[in-house]
């Protein structure tokens, strides 16, 4: 089977369309043809098909091939053959006709040129195609070219081998103020910022003797206005591409991004507060002067090079490093977590961090970038106004207990004996009343001595700080007996922020037992259970009905022990006493401290 050939036929013999179509068979086409002569005819035929060739007789009743090969090209068949076979042709028609834009003419009556004709001129044709393709393909490019340096943001300049700019892209006159034809001709050196130009010059140089070489420099440049912008330049050595001729500059203006980022440096370099970032596990990666001396540190430089890992080497206390990871992974940042850290040449200091974790791409964590504060004055100022503030109130415990109670008690027991003595017989009702007042008073101060006398227990040890506290309760109610039993594997140094908020909720268990229990005993039992402490205080008194209304004391250790992650529990029997049992994890008072999380 020969290889398949389209045809059109312009003829108005069917016999010469058929020796032609003999012939390309004979030349190892297999013809797929059509026959029109008339101009209609021919429309049709190229609006329908897609065809390789058209064959056309010259002279024919009602058309001609001059006007076939006119009605051809004016429909955009600019590549498609076209070859003239004729009976009779002149001279001078067949030159006009191979001028008017025909590849070939042949004569009906010796065809044996036909198909070496038809070769060259379909591969003529696809030559003539492709290059039309890749002309097309050029300009779209130059246009796409034109359009990109048109509109581009960035500052595109091309500059010959000495330096002097040959072009500069329209994006000048919007970032500096210049029409691009004011700066044409100039050397690009002396455009530049004096500081910046000789070592512009020594790149260029360099560059030069280096094609390979694409370097990325900053400078500045003066604007129309007088002022100076900040760029980014990278250049691509063309000198040697014919299309360009020259080292093209493409620069970006970074101006605010300077100023964004001298800001940020000076607030980094003079910042009273450490500035710092580590890596994931805690290497020190940055550090501004502040942090440096606050760390006993000449400089950034040297801190960075004796204390390689902040985690490892800085904490006093190693458990706060892990607790502070944990925390800054788990909730995202943290806010004023407090803990002591290691000074140069000896000594410590009382910080606060406040810290935010850095994520990479896919969200993973890469490191820490925080702040630093120094609040070991603060602590110490804090310190000595809580000692002030315990003295004042052993004073004044002292002075209501010593004086102002003994003077109170007395004049009761006076007036009591008086009474009895006097009878009942002349007994008077308003004295029972101002006996009765007394009374309360007395009561009254010494719950406020007992109050003034609890809060100087809080900076102890939850085991001391509950053992103080079973004592001034037994002070309060020697009528009683209360009972501290403090179980083996109980943690007796334990101590925290939150174990005030464990001694407060003893606290007020007691006071309901005083106020309301009647009980004979009381005992207060401190025990653990594997990550978790246990406090309970059961008592004999009178209980309570479980289906009245708590009071607020009873909320306020609900949420107290809800706060902490604990669990609460009241039990009470009407006549068979109360019972209430705190479980807390260990975690929640060793790692109490004033820091505020946040996600």
């Known amino acids: 089977m020969g290889v398949l050939l389209k045809v059109l036929v312009v003829e108005d013999s069917e016999n010469d369309t058929l020796l032609l179509v003999r012939e390309l068979r004979r030349g190892g086409y297999e013809p797929d043809y059509r026959r029109v002569e008339t101009a209609e005819e021919m429309t049709t035929a190229l609006a329908e098909g897609a065809w390789d060739l058209v064959v056309s007789d010259h002279s024919m009743p009602r058309f001609s091939s001059s006007e076939a090969l006119k009605l051809l090209r004016s429909k955009g068949f600019v590549d498609l053959p076209f070859i003239i076979v004729s009976g009779q042709i002149g001279e001078d028609a067949a030159v006009e006709a191979m ?137 691509n050595n063309l000198l040697h591409e014919p299309s360009v001729g020259g080292i093209v500059i493409n620069s970006r203006d970074v101006t605010e991004r300077r100023r964004v980022e001298e800001k940020y440096r000076n607030i980094f370099e003079n910042a009273v507060e450490g500035i710092f970032q580590t890596s994931v596990d805690g290497g020190l990666l940055t550090a501004n002067p502040a942090m440096a001396r606050m760390l006993g540190y000449g400089s950034p430089e040297e801190l960075l090079k004796g204390v390689t890992n902040i985690a490892e080497q800085l904490y006093v206390r190693p458990e706060h490093r892990d607790m502070f990871q944990q925390l800054v992974r788990t909730q995202g940042s943290i806010s004023g977590f407090e803990t002591r850290m290691h000074r140069k040449g000896g000594g410590e200091l009382v910080v606060s961090l406040s810290a935010r974790v850095l994520r990479d791409a896919d969200g993973e964590p890469v490191g820490y970038e925080g702040i630093m504060e120094d609040i070991t004055e603060r602590k110490r100022a804090e310190e000595a106004l809580r000692e002030i503030r315990e003295a004042e109130r052993s004073r004044i415990a002292r002075e209501l207990h010593d004086t102002v109670l003994q003077d109170l008690s007395y004049m009761l027991q006076t007036m009591q004996v008086r009474r009895r003595l006097a009878g009942d017989g002349e007994r008077d009702e308003e004295q029972d009343q101002q006996i009765e007042a007394l009374r309360r008073a007395v009561g009254g101060l010494r719950e406020a001595i007992y109050d003034l006398r609890t809060e100087q227990i809080h900076e102890r040890t939850l085991a001391r700080s509950i053992e103080s506290l079973v004592g001034l309760n037994r002070q309060m109610s020697p009528e009683r007996e209360i009972e501290l039993v403090v179980e083996e594997g109980f943690p007796l140094s334990l101590t925290g922020e939150n174990s005030i908020e464990v001694v407060r909720i003893v606290q007020e268990s007691l006071v309901n037992v005083r106020r309301h229990s009647e009980a004979r005993r009381v005992v207060v039992t401190l025990g653990s259970d ?27 250790m609900t949420e107290r022990a809800l706060a902490l992650g604990g669990n609460l529990e009241i039990e009470g029997t009407k006549g068979r006493g109360t019972s209430v049992r705190l479980r807390l994890a260990l975690s929640a008072i060793e790692q109490g401290s004033p820091a505020s999380v946040k996600t």
Not at 120 to 149: D, G, I, M, T, W
Not at 188 to 215: K, M, N, Q, T
Not at 539 to 548: H, N, Q
């Open 99 to 235: 001028k008017s834009g025909a590849q070939d003419y042949i004569m009906k009556g010796n065809l044996t040129r036909l198909n070496s004709a038809i070769e060259r001129e379909l591969r003529e044709a696809e030559v003539r195609r492709k290059r039309r393709q890749a002309e097309k393909a050029l300009q779209e490019s130059e246009e796409r070219f034109r359009s990109l340096v048109q509109y581009a943001s960035d500052l595109i300049v091309v500059l010959d081998s000495e330096g002097v700019i040959t072009y500069e892209s329209p994006a000048v006159e919007r970032i500096l103020g210049y029409k691009p034809e004011e700066r044409v001709g100039r050397r690009a050196v002396d455009l530049i910022h004096p500081d910046d130009a000789g070592r512009i010059a020594r790149i260029f140089v360099e560059y030069l003797s280096r094609p390979g070489l694409h370097p990325s420099v900053g400078y500045r440049v003066r604007a129309k206005d007088g002022s100076w912008r900040c760029f980014e330049a990278i250049g």
């Open 530 to 556: 594997g990550d978790d402490i246990l406090v309970e205080v059961e008592d004999d008194g009178v209980g309570f009905d479980p289906s009245a209304n708590r009071g607020m004391g009873t909320t306020g």
